[in-house]
């Protein structure tokens, strides 16, 4: 522990640490789409607790809240109802202004698709860096390996060039398992507690916009053919 604490400063090359942490991020990037870096560091700011961990807000309690406005002042009263969730507020203002039932059903599951996809898209690049991090500090290490012998290095002088060398794996795994990965377990569980309250609130919604929407929707009657008598 002594020649740890002592050598401390041997394992922390800051260029070389920028180099690694720059690649892996990049490629990362490439491989989740061109908006999904900023999503993933927009995240991070939001990542630290339960999102409704504050308010309390859950989906039972959203869904009485719902009937309860409904009841009290009728369909237009949700257009007063706010949630904590930006994506719960608009889906509740969309269903004052439906006309039916059918269409505010396929628009709402579209939405809720399109939200589950952002959600998830920043959980999955931080996934992706750190299933990347490790191959980005092997390669560095293979090439640095390939281009020290290739000079014909002096043998007193290869064990600090190989330690340089292998500081990349060293930086790839911590990137993968210090940095990365438990970034996406918490956004991963963050997107799950989110998408399992919309569906059930999208699935309230769905079932007021028929019995509601549907019951005032006017109904248009196919006058039936006249009888002809023959004479």
């Known amino acids: ?76 009263g949700l257009e007063t109802l706010h949630s904590e969730d930006a994506f ?7 269903l004052v202004d439906a006309k039916d039932s059918k269409s505010f059903e396929e628009w709402v599951h579209l939405e809720e698709h399109v939200a589950e996809t952002k959600q998830n898209m920043a959980a999955s690049y931080w996934l992706s860096a750190a299933e990347i991090a490790p191959a980005i500090g092997l390669i560095g290490t293979i090439t640095g ?21 292998l500081l990349t794996s060293l930086y790839g795994l911590f990137i993968s398992h210090i940095i990365a990965f438990p970034i996406y377990v918490r956004l ?6 989110l998408h399992a ?13 028929i019995r509601e929407l549907d019951a005032v929707s006017p109904v248009h009657f196919v006058p039936a053919n006249p009888i002809k008598n023959n004479v």
């Open 197 to 209: 309250y919309r569906s059930k609130v999208v699935q309230h919604t769905v079932n007021i916009a």
């Open 188 to 193: 991963h569980a963050r997107a799950e507690v």
């Open 1 to 76: 522990m002594d020649i740890l604490l002592t050598n401390i400063w041997r394992f922390f090359d800051p260029v070389l640490f920028g180099v690694v942490l720059g690649c892996v991020l990049i490629m990362a990037w490439i491989q989740n789409g061109r908006h999904s870096i900023i999503r993933g560091f927009a995240a991070l700011g939001n990542s630290s607790g339960n999102p409704f961990e504050a308010s309390g807000e859950n989906a039972t309690y959203m869904c009485r809240r719902i009937d309860f406005i409904l009841r009290e002042q009728g369909l237009s």
């Open 88 to 94: 719960v507020t608009r889906i509740l203002h969309h």
């Open 145 to 165: 390996l390939i281009q020290l012998f290739a000079t014909g290095i002096d043998p007193l002088k290869m064990g600090p060039a190989m330690s340089f060398t």
